[in-house]
C-alpha cells in the first residue's frame, strides 16, 4: 500500500534523510521512532506530499506521490505534528470543512462527521471554536479530520503527544483497531506505544533506517534478551552468584540484590536461554534454593533504542550548538 | 472548482469570525466618505459624478487592502494549517485562487456598500452612469491588483506585519510610478518615451482612464495581468518553501 523507495531530503547542505526505503501493507501498523531531530516527520511530509524528496519516491496505492499527487493525496490520511488545525472555526465547522475537501458532500458528509466525532469522543465540543479548546481536544479534532474520509492509508506524526493517559490509550487502541484494515505508519517517542499497537517498527537515526522489525525481533537486539532472573526468598547473592558462574552456559551473572538474593545469568553466545533456564532449575531443585522467581529477560525496547541511537544524538546535538 | 469554492467559503467564514473583514468595511466606509466630502469637496464641486470619491480609492486600497489580505498565507504558515491545506486533494492554485477570491469578496464587499453615495449623486442631479459603473468596476479591478500582490509577500513570510509592509511598500510603487508629481519630475532627465513606459506599470494611469468612463481592454489586461503575475509568484513561493 505504502511503497517508499530511498527517499532522500536535503535542505541546503543540511542531509535531513538520507535514503530511507521501507513498505507498509494493509493490515499493518508501521512504528516509526527515533529521536528529536532524526528525520520522521520530514519523512512523513514526503511521503503525504507536503514537501518534494530531494531524490527517491513514495507510491501510495499506486500513485506516485509526487507524478499523482491528487490521486495520492486522497488515500491519505494525514495527522500532522503539533495537530495544526483553524483556530477561528467550530470543531463542527472545521470536521464538515474537511470532509467538503475530501469530497463528501451531503448526506454522506455528515454521516462521515458524526462517525469521525463519535471516533474520537468531541461530541461535548462540537460547537465550540477551536481556539477555546484544550490540548487534548484540538489534538484529537485534528486527528478526527485525519480518519474523516475512512482513508485506506492512515499517516500519523506523533498523535499521542499531549493526551492524558486515559486518551493515550483510547488513541492506541483505536489506532491497534483501524490498523486490520489500514496501511498505518505513526510516529512516537513512546516505546511502550509501539509494543502495545505496532506489527513492525522502524528506528530511524540522522536520516537512515538503523533497525526495522518486529517489536519482538527489535527486543530481542537487547544486551538484556535471554538473561535469566534468579530470585530466592533468601540467601546470598555472591553464593549463588558462584553456583551461577560455575555452569557451563552461563558467560557472566550481575547481581540485582544482595539479600535475599536476586541474580541475573547471561548465557554464552551458543547458549540457548530456554536451556539455561533448564540448567538454572534443574540447580535450583539441587541446592534446594527457595525459588520466588524465575524468569526469562525477553529485552527492552528503550535499551535497544539508546544502545542504536545514543552515540548519535550526542554528536548531532553539538552540531546544532 | 468544487476545491476553490470550500476553500474560498471557509475564508470567508475566517474573514467574519474575527474583526477583519468588519473592521476593514467601516473603515473603509468612514474614510472613502470624509476622503470624498471633506477633502475632495464633492459638493461643493457641483458635478454630478463620483469622480471625487474614486479619486482617493488607490490611496486608500494602499493601506487597507494589505490588512485585509496580510494573513492570507502568513497564517496558515504560522498555525501550520498550510501542511494541512497542501495534504488534502487540492493543488496548489485551487487554494490560491479560493483564498484570493475569498478576499477579493470582502473588498467587493466593502465597495459595494458605498451605494448611497451613487444614489446621492443619482438624486441631486443626472449622473452619468455608465461613467460610475465603470469606476466601480475599475476600483474592484484595481483592489484585485492590490490583493494579488499582498497574497504573494504573504507568501513569503510567516509574520503579518512583513506582510503588510512589504506589500503597502510595493503598491505604492505602482501608484508613484504614475503618480502626476512623480511623472513630472521624471520628465527632466528622462526621454518622455521611457517616462511613458514607467507610467505604464502604474496602477494609477489605468485607473484614472477607466474612471473616466473609457473601458479600454488594455486598461483591464493591465489589472488581469498584475493578478495573474503575482497569483503566479504566490504559487511558486508556496510551492518552494512549504516547509519553512
Same mark, same amino acid.
Not at chain 1, 479530520?145 to 492512515?154: A, M, N, T
Given at each position: 500500500?505504502?511503497?517508499?523507495?530511498?527517499?532522500?531530503?536535503?535542505?541546503?547542505?543540511?542531509?535531513?534523510?538520507?535514503?530511507?526505503?521501507?513498505?507498509?501493507?494493509?493490515?499493518?501498523?508501521?512504528?516509526?521512532?527515533?529521536?528529536?531531530?532524526?528525520?520522521?516527520?520530514?519523512?512523513?511530509?514526503?511521503?503525504?506530499?507536503?514537501?518534494?524528496?530531494?531524490?527517491?519516491?513514495?507510491?501510495?496505492?499506486?500513485?506516485?506521490?509526487?507524478?499523482?499527487?491528487?490521486?495520492?493525496?486522497?488515500?491519505?490520511?494525514?495527522?500532522? !505534528?503539533?495537530?495544526?488545525?483553524?483556530?477561528?472555526?467550530?470543531?463542527?465547522?472545521?470536521?464538515?470543512?474537511?470532509?467538503?475537501? &475530501?469530497?463528501?458532500?451531503?448526506?454522506?458528509?455528515?454521516?462521515?462527521?458524526?462517525?469521525?466525532?463519535?471516533?474520537?469522543?468531541?461530541?461535548?465540543?462540537?460547537?465550540?471554536?477551536?481556539?477555546?479548546?484544550?490540548?487534548?481536544?484540538?489534538?484529537?479534532?485534528?486527528?478526527?479530520?485525519?480518519?474523516?474520509?475512512?482513508?485506506?492509508?492512515?499517516?500519523?506524526?506523533?498523535?499521542?503527544?499531549?493526551?492524558?493517559?486515559?486518551?493515550?490509550?483510547?488513541?492506541?487502541?483505536?489506532? &491497534?483497531?483501524?490498523?486490520?484494515?489500514?496501511?498505518?505508519?505513526?510516529?512516537?517517542?513512546?516505546?511502550?506505544?509501539?509494543?502495545?499497537?505496532?506489527?513492525?517498527?522502524?528506528?530511524?537515526?540522522?536520516?537512515?533506517?538503523?533497525?526495522?522489525?518486529?517489536?519482538?525481533?527489535?527486543?530481542? &537486539?537487547?544486551?538484556?534478551?535471554?538473561?535469566?532472573?534468579?530470585?530466592?526468598?533468601?540467601?546470598?547473592?555472591?553464593?549463588?552468584?558462584?553456583?551461577?558462574?560455575?555452569?557451563?552456559?552461563?558467560?557472566?551473572?550481575?547481581?540485582?540484590?544482595?539479600?535475599?538474593?536476586?541474580?541475573?545469568?547471561?548465557?554464552?553466545?551458543?547458549?540457548?536461554?530456554?536451556?539455561?533456564?533448564?540448567?538454572?532449575?534443574?540447580?535450583?531443585?539441587?541446592?534446594?534454593?527457595?525459588?520466588?522467581?524465575?524468569?526469562? !529477560?525477553?529485552?527492552?525496547?528503550?535499551?535497544?533504542? &539508546?544502545?542504536?541511537?545514543?552515540?548519535?544524538?550526542?554528536?548531532?546535538?553539538?552540531?546544532?550548538? | 472548482?468544487?476545491?476553490?469554492?470550500?476553500?474560498?467559503?471557509?475564508?470567508?467564514?475566517?474573514?467574519?469570525?474575527?474583526?477583519?473583514?468588519?473592521?476593514?468595511?467601516?473603515?473603509?466606509?468612514?474614510?472613502?466618505?470624509?476622503?470624498?466630502?471633506?477633502?475632495?469637496?464633492?459638493?461643493?464641486?457641483?458635478?454630478?459624478?463620483?469622480?471625487?470619491?474614486?479619486?482617493?480609492?488607490?490611496?486608500?486600497?494602499?493601506?487597507?487592502?494589505?490588512?485585509?489580505?496580510?494573513?492570507?498565507?502568513?497564517?496558515?504558515?504560522?498555525?501550520?494549517? /498550510?501542511?494541512?491545506?497542501?495534504?488534502?486533494?487540492?493543488?496548489?492554485?485551487?487554494?490560491?485562487?479560493?483564498?484570493?477570491?475569498?478576499?477579493?469578496?470582502?473588498?467587493?464587499?466593502?465597495?459595494?456598500?458605498?451605494?448611497?453615495?451613487?444614489?446621492?449623486?443619482?438624486?441631486?442631479?443626472?449622473?452619468?452612469?455608465? =461613467?460610475? /459603473?465603470?469606476?466601480?468596476?475599475?476600483?474592484?479591478?484595481?483592489?484585485?491588483?492590490?490583493?494579488?500582490?499582498?497574497?504573494?509577500?504573504?507568501?513569503?513570510?510567516?509574520?503579518?506585519?512583513?506582510?503588510?509592509?512589504?506589500?503597502?511598500?510595493?503598491?505604492?510603487?505602482?501608484?508613484?510610478?504614475?503618480?502626476?508629481?512623480?511623472?513630472?519630475?521624471?520628465?527632466?532627465?528622462?526621454?518622455?518615451? /521611457?517616462?511613458?513606459?514607467?507610467?505604464?506599470?502604474?496602477?494609477?494611469?489605468?485607473?484614472?482612464?477607466?474612471?473616466?468612463?473609457?473601458?479600454?481592454?488594455?486598461?483591464?489586461?493591465?489589472?488581469?495581468?498584475?493578478?495573474?503575475?503575482?497569483?503566479?509568484?504566490?504559487?511558486?513561493? =508556496?510551492?518552494?518553501?512549504?516547509?519553512?
Amino acid at each position: 500500500m505504502i511503497q517508499v523507495q530511498n527517499l532522500k531530503k536535503t535542505f541546503g547542505p543540511k542531509v535531513a534523510v538520507s535514503g530511507v526505503s521501507f513498505k507498509v501493507e494493509k493490515g499493518e501498523v508501521l512504528g516509526f521512532l527515533g529521536p528529536n531531530g532524526a528525520g520522521k516527520s520530514t519523512t512523513m511530509r514526503m511521503i503525504t506530499g507536503f514537501i518534494p524528496p530531494t531524490a527517491g519516491e513514495a507510491i501510495i496505492g499506486g500513485f506516485n506521490i509526487v507524478d499523482n499527487p491528487i490521486e495520492a493525496k486522497r488515500l491519505i490520511g494525514y495527522l500532522p !505534528e503539533n495537530a495544526p488545525s483553524y483556530a477561528d472555526m467550530t470543531v463542527l465547522g472545521f470536521l464538515s470543512f474537511t470532509a467538503e475537501l &475530501r469530497g463528501l458532500s451531503g448526506v454522506a458528509q455528515r454521516k462521515a462527521v458524526d462517525r469521525a466525532v463519535e471516533m474520537c469522543f468531541l461530541e461535548n465540543v462540537l460547537h465550540q471554536s477551536v481556539e477555546t479548546l484544550s490540548k487534548g481536544y484540538r489534538h484529537r479534532t485534528c486527528f478526527a479530520q485525519s480518519i474523516i474520509h475512512d482513508p485506506e492509508v492512515l499517516i500519523l506524526d506523533e498523535p499521542t503527544d499531549g493526551l492524558d493517559p486515559n486518551q493515550k490509550h483510547e488513541v492506541r487502541t483505536l489506532i &491497534r483497531r483501524m490498523g486490520e484494515k489500514k496501511a498505518i505508519i505513526f510516529s512516537t517517542h513512546i516505546l511502550e506505544e509501539v509494543e502495545a499497537v505496532c506489527s513492525r517498527a522502524i528506528i530511524i537515526d540522522r536520516g537512515t533506517i538503523v533497525a526495522n522489525g518486529t517489536p519482538a525481533e527489535l527486543k530481542r &537486539r537487547s544486551n538484556q534478551a535471554g538473561a535469566i532472573t534468579v530470585r530466592l526468598a533468601s540467601g546470598s547473592a555472591k553464593a549463588v552468584a558462584s553456583k551461577l558462574d560455575a555452569l557451563s552456559g552461563v558467560d557472566h551473572t550481575v547481581v540485582l540484590n544482595e539479600s535475599p538474593a536476586a541474580v541475573r545469568a547471561f548465557p554464552r553466545k551458543q547458549t540457548a536461554s530456554d536451556d539455561l533456564a533448564r540448567a538454572i532449575s534443574d540447580l535450583a531443585g539441587k541446592e534446594q534454593w527457595s525459588l520466588l522467581e524465575l524468569h526469562t !529477560e525477553e529485552g527492552r525496547l528503550d535499551e535497544v533504542f &539508546r544502545n542504536i541511537t545514543l552515540p548519535d544524538t550526542k554528536s548531532s546535538g553539538k552540531e546544532s550548538k | 472548482m468544487k476545491p476553490v469554492i470550500t476553500i474560498a467559503k471557509r475564508e470567508l467564514t475566517g474573514y467574519f469570525a474575527s474583526p477583519v473583514a468588519f473592521v476593514f468595511i467601516v473603515i473603509f466606509l468612514m474614510l472613502s466618505g470624509f476622503f470624498s466630502f471633506m477633502v475632495a469637496g464633492f459638493f461643493e464641486r457641483g458635478q454630478a459624478s463620483l469622480e471625487a470619491f474614486f479619486a482617493w480609492h488607490p490611496w486608500l486600497y494602499l493601506f487597507l487592502v494589505p490588512a485585509v489580505g496580510m494573513r492570507m498565507w502568513s497564517e496558515e504558515r504560522r498555525l501550520g494549517t /498550510l501542511e494541512l491545506l497542501l495534504t488534502m486533494p487540492v493543488t496548489p492554485w485551487q487554494a490560491i485562487l479560493g483564498k484570493f477570491l475569498a478576499a477579493w469578496a470582502v473588498v467587493g464587499l466593502a465597495l459595494g456598500l458605498t451605494f448611497p453615495m451613487w444614489l446621492t449623486v443619482n438624486y441631486l442631479g443626472n449622473p452619468d452612469n455608465g =461613467v460610475i /459603473l465603470a469606476g466601480y468596476l475599475g476600483s474592484l479591478l484595481m483592489g484585485g491588483a492590490y490583493l494579488s500582490i499582498t497574497a504573494m509577500t504573504s507568501a513569503m513570510t510567516r509574520n503579518q506585519v512583513v506582510a503588510f509592509i512589504v506589500s503597502v511598500v510595493l503598491s505604492l510603487f505602482l501608484i508613484l510610478a504614475g503618480y502626476p508629481p512623480v511623472t513630472n519630475m521624471l520628465v527632466h532627465w528622462a526621454s518622455p518615451a /521611457l517616462v511613458d513606459a514607467i507610467a505604464s506599470f502604474s496602477v494609477m494611469t489605468h485607473f484614472e482612464s477607466i474612471q473616466k468612463g473609457v473601458l479600454d481592454s488594455r486598461d483591464i489586461l493591465y489589472f488581469l495581468s498584475v493578478m495573474v503575475f503575482s497569483l503566479f509568484t504566490t504559487g511558486v513561493i =508556496v510551492r518552494t518553501h512549504r516547509a519553512g
